[in-house]
């Protein structure tokens, strides 16, 4: 599983280093207007995107299912400029992630494991689009370095080696667990707010929760995000996770 990363990892590097060499694209991504920085993350995100091995064999009927969760998720955002789409991969493990712009990316295997389930899919990708909304899968990529350092790279020339070197760690490692805890947070309410039911977050970190009781079934990307009991506690404790109907 490992190796799928790596390989992909390098390939993302790649891809975003021609647009973050443009001064222009960097202006705009750190200094420009808010719809001037969407623009730049976007161009960004529609480039790595396009190095993403997405599997062939995902049914219309998983695409049409992805496809409506992820507007009826974003019918309930507040940022109109945001625009995302929800793809699937095969990648051998159960796995979803992020990249700037608003791609989001599901395995085939967490489709199975949650039994295609909209709840527990709407909690899924409303996790993953909290880590674009807030940023997190852009500072994954671009300030990961630091502003200071990236500035540097990119005036030198030396971006490329960069991603090169760190492109696979910063794809296969899950976000620090502040963010992973803020981005269940907001997923969940957007859930809700788009009338999903809360419990199918519940089912799905409980399901999560299970394969890591057997090393090896979780995979190393779910596996470095924080424990779900962990994860779960803090839902219940925000009342967010409660069970019961769909708000209307």
């Known amino acids: 599983m490992s190796d799928w990363f790596f390989e992909v990892g390098r390939r993302l590097g790649h891809a975003a280093i021609p647009a973050a060499r443009k001064t222009r694209w960097a202006w705009r991504l750190l200094a420009g207007s808010e719809a001037e920085s969407l623009q730049a993350e976007a161009e960004m995100g529609a480039a790595m995107a396009?190095?993403?091995?997405?599997?062939?064999?995902?049914?219309?009927?998983?695409?049409?299912?992805?496809?409506?969760?992820?507007?009826?998720?974003?019918?309930?955002?507040?940022?109109?400029?945001?625009?995302?789409?929800?793809?699937?991969?095969?990648?051998?493990?159960v796995a979803a992630f992020s990249l700037p712009g608003g791609h989001i990316f599901l395995d085939i295997a967490l489709l199975e494991l949650c039994g295609r389930d909209r709840d527990e899919l709407a909690f899924a990708i409303g996790h993953e689009m909290a880590h674009v909304i807030r940023r997190h899968a852009l500072d994954r990529w671009v300030a990961g370095a630091g502003m200071k350092v990236m500035a540097t790279l990119i005036s030198r020339g030396a971006l490329a080696a960069w991603w090169r070197e760190n492109g696979s760690r910063l794809l296969?490692?899950?976000?620090?667990?502040?963010?992973?805890?803020?981005?269940?947070?907001?997923?969940?309410?957007?859930?809700?707010?788009?009338?999903?039911?809360?419990?199918?977050?519940v089912r799905l970190l409980g399901r999560l929760q299970g394969l890591r009781q057997s090393p090896g079934l979780l995979g190393e990307h779910y596996a470095s995000h924080p424990p779900e009991a962990a994860r779960l506690a803090r839902l219940h404790r925000s009342g967010l996770a409660q069970p019961g109907n769909p708000p209307s």
């Open 50 to 93: 396009g190095e993403i091995p997405v599997w062939e064999g995902a049914t219309a009927g998983d695409r049409q299912q992805l496809g409506e969760i992820c507007d009826q998720l974003r019918a309930r955002l507040r940022s109109p400029g945001r625009v995302f789409q929800v793809q699937v991969v095969n990648r051998g493990g």
């Open 172 to 201: 296969r490692n899950a976000y620090d667990h502040q963010q992973e805890y803020e981005a269940d947070a907001f997923g969940l309410r957007l859930a809700r707010a788009a009338g999903f039911d809360p419990a199918g977050a």
